[in-house]
């Protein structure tokens, strides 16, 4: 048997995991790339491998670094199953169409730019009826029940506590006459999240490709986080700001929603007032998300049960109001009083929360509050990070808006829960693979893995194939034919960090205008950049 690893492999997104035995090719996720231009692209290269020998796709959740992919491996020719839990199934039919329409209005963009230069149009990655149409073959499948995909191949779904459907799949692979167990973690939840159960058990392995998103961190708000956000709201409010909450449309708006409902006979004096404050879910894919978090209540925890069975919503409270068109969207920065707007995309790379950033940004009483992890080159990573100038739209914007951050809303364990979470295996994995995380990360968590559990650990590149046989693990010495190894990425890569570098620069000099500089100094740099400007011009040539 053999794996290769085709994303997340030192880094965050674009999850997919190509596993081949003796009698058939699947792969676990089918995930998009998010964040840098170089990490973007490889979203448009052809899959290294025949797609019409694929046999089928196990998908952990619904979320678009790990399903985005599944519209255009649909579209190349794949023809087979998608297993994953109902709840997913459901999710992935309006997530994905969503993405396709993302996709066509960026191409469409990119389209009127390329027509201006008298070039020639690009398609987009895929269309909104790739994405319909792909939904038919996806196939539900219940929590811990185990299936027998083919004589070779057995999986068992599991909770995995992230978001509505999310699983840990443990894969039974016989393979020349042995049996093989391995567990996908997918993306481990938070324990003692709103809504959903805590993160299942699994008892043993033999190999575990795992998660480390918070390998190197806690989440220190995690019991705090509803009282951390209403001070956060009512602060905003004193100063007669709004609340721009960039949040993913699925689970953490609604996660979002519970949690003020719950909480609000417990805050009487701080909550009332914030219960005054109007709330807007500005995302239609969240309105749909939400329906289906009512319609899957067997996903829910003990809590969000009794509230049901009693009578009471946990997805509704007063002042909760949703805007389906555009133009309501565009009306709640027309507004004059304080508001909290939740909007999706929670890496603030697409949707409807870049109109209410460039409104919210340059406000100094206005607060961007972040509840999600934020990929390396994404809007929301820079203003976490503390850019003091963004661009949206081709307007620069200077950041005055107070930006917070909650961890303790994030869908994802944090390095206790992590390393917790592995403890607990009756028979422990003999090697575990590190995957979906930031590369200094998944060190840390490697590093701690082996020091704390005694268990063997490798962090595989992107690409790269292990053989997995006899109770060994052997790197195979084949040079993976991926063709997004082409160098125009590490070119992609060069011109990202010039970008960077030229910002920085442009912040020292108007950092340094009071001071007195040489003319000779700024002379030089003058005509270093003249040669650089005219040395760049002759490349786009």
Known sequence: ????????????????????????????????????????????EPFPFDVSELSFILLTHAHIDHSGRIPKIYKDGFEGTVYATHATCDLCSIMLPDSGHIQEMEADWINRKRERAGKHAIEPLYTYQDAIDCISLFKGLNYGEAVKINDDVKVRFNDAGHILGSAMIEVWVTDRGDETKLVFSGDIGNRDIPILRDPSIIESADYLIMESTYGDRLHDDKNNRVDKFIDIVNEAVEKGGNVVIPSFAVGRTQEIIYDIHKKREQFEGKLERLLDIPVFIDSPLAISATEIFRKNLDCYDEEARQYIENG???????????????????????????????????????????????????????????????????????????????????????VRAKIQSIDGFSGHADRDDLLSWVSRFNRKPKKIFIVHGEEEVMETFSELIKD??????????????????????????????????????????LLETMKEEFNELAEILKTDMKDEKEDFEIDEIRIKLRNLEKQMVDVLR
Not at 348 to 375: M, P
Not at 456 to 478: A, F, L, N, R
Request: with cysteine.
């Open 1 to 44: 048997m053999k794996i290769t690893f085709l994303g997340a492999a030192k880094t965050v997104t674009g999850s997919c995991y190509l596993v081949e035995t003796k009698s058939c090719k699947f792969l676990v996720d089918c995930g998009m790339f998010q964040g840098h231009s170089k990490e973007i692209t490889l979203n448009q």
């Open 312 to 398: 009471d919503n946990p997805l509704d409270f007063p002042g909760l109001q949703f805007t389906k068109t555009a133009d309501e969207s565009k009306e709640l920065n027309n507004r004059k009083d304080s508001i909290i707007i939740i909007s999706a995309s929670g890496m603030c790379e697409a949707g409807r929360i870049k109109h209410h950033l460039k409104h919210n940004l340059w406000r100094e009483d206005s607060t961007i509050l972040f509840v999600g992890y934020q990929a390396i080159g994404t809007l929301g990573r820079k203003l976490v990070e503390g850019a003091k100038k963004v661009k949206l739209f081709g307007e620069e914007i200077n």
């Open 452 to 493: 704390k559990l005694g268990i063997e650990t490798v962090i595989p590149d992107k690409g790269m194939s292990y053989v997995i046989g006899g109770g060994k693990v052997i790197q195979s010495m084949e040079k993976p034919e991926i063709s997004y190894q082409f160098k125009r990425l590490a070119v992609i890569e």
